[in-house]
């Protein structure tokens, strides 16, 4: 489960934008969104830097591990 579609509607940010700045398509960011897909580590680095939130608060549930000296 995440938290996804939640902080983009409280941040109010379209997910065009959101897909223009990552390169993918909408269907992509749908099943990210929906939990259908998972997006890989560089990814999901990229969608809370524009989000300005952590990794932590788009996945709540994920362990925190140190990976390459940054927390995931």
């Known amino acids: 489960m995440n938290n996804i ?3 983009i509607k409280d941040k109010g940010i379209k997910q065009i934008y959101i897909c223009r700045e ?3 398509n909408e269907s992509v960011l749908s099943l990210i969104i929906n939990n ?3 997006p890989s ?3 999901l680095k990229a969608l809370a830097k524009l989000l300005n939130v ?3 608060d788009l996945y ?3 362990e925190i591990k140190r990976i ?3 927390y995931i």
Do not use: E, M
């Open 54 to 56: 952590s990794i932590k």
């Open 5 to 7: 579609k939640q902080i």
């Open 41 to 43: 580590q560089d990814r």
């Open 60 to 62: 709540p549930q994920v």
């Open 36 to 38: 259908k897909r998972k």
């Open 68 to 70: 390459n000296y940054y």
């Open 22 to 24: 990552l390169d993918i």
